[in-house]
């Protein structure tokens, strides 16, 4: 049975909890990673091993991106969540940096229009890898910033650093 690893650390946006797994040539699998005060933010199980050394290069592309220096990031995430879940965010894999869309154009992305604006929205707050999979770059339809699970202050932050705060949505 593989073990679940994990760290913490620091990051201008605070505490933040990565968890993963070793797979095949000692690469991690990012299963999450979440930010203090998240909702629904993941908490440390019994039988889980801090292994920090195992988190470098992940942590190292999250320092290149908080400094300005990365624009995207370079892991193997876990499978994990239903099929619909996983389409909204291979959808939120897309967004260029900088730029931002409308929950209802990912719904459109997906083949959701319409009602399934309401969907697209939740399986985004469900969104287990904040930062490296960007669902702060969905915004309103009007250009306003609405729903994220570490919060709205944060998600300002994130859009701030990559330049797409006041430019046009992208839908």
Same mark, same amino acid.
């Given at each position: 049975?593989?073990s679940?690893?994990y760290?913490?650390?620091?990051?201008?946006?605070?505490?933040?909890l990565?968890?993963?797994? #070793?797979?095949?040539?000692?690469?991690?699998?990012?299963?999450?990673l979440?930010?203090?005060?998240?909702?629904?933010?993941?908490?440390?199980? *019994?039988?889980? #091993?801090?292994?920090?050394?195992?988190?470098?290069?992940?942590?190292?592309q999250?320092?290149?991106?908080?400094a300005g220096?990365r624009d995207?990031?370079?892991?193997?995430?876990?499978e994990?969540?239903?099929?619909?879940?996983?389409?909204?965010?291979?959808?939120?894999?897309?967004?260029?940096?900088?730029?931002?869309?409308?929950?209802?154009?990912?719904?459109?992305? #997906?083949?959701s229009?319409?009602?399934?604006?309401?969907?697209?929205?939740?399986?985004?707050?469900?969104?287990p890898?904040?930062?490296?999979?960007?669902?702060?770059?969905?915004?309103?339809? *009007?250009?306003?910033?609405?729903?994220?699970a570490?919060?709205? *202050?944060?998600?300002?932050?994130l859009? $701030?650093?990559?330049? $797409?705060?006041?430019?046009?949505?992208?839908?």
């Amino acid at each position: 049975m593989t073990s679940t690893l994990y760290t913490r650390t620091d990051g201008p946006l605070g505490a933040m909890l990565l968890v993963g797994r #070793v797979a095949g040539g000692g690469r991690v699998v990012l299963r999450s990673l979440s930010l203090e005060g998240q909702k629904g933010a993941v908490e440390v199980q *019994d039988g889980w #091993v801090r292994a920090d050394g195992a988190f470098e290069g992940v942590l190292g592309q999250l320092d290149a991106y908080f400094a300005g220096r990365r624009d995207g990031f370079d892991l193997v995430f876990e499978e994990a969540g239903t099929e619909f879940q996983r389409k909204v965010w291979r959808a939120l894999e897309e967004i260029p940096y900088g730029t931002t869309v409308s929950y209802g154009e990912i719904a459109r992305r #997906v083949g959701s229009p319409g009602a399934g604006v309401r969907a697209v929205g939740t399986a985004i707050g469900r969104n287990p890898l904040l930062v490296v999979r960007p669902c702060h770059r969905v915004i309103g339809a *009007d250009g306003s910033l609405r729903g994220y699970a570490a919060g709205l *202050d944060r998600k300002e932050r994130l859009l $701030a650093l990559e330049g $797409a705060l006041g430019r046009e949505s992208g839908g």
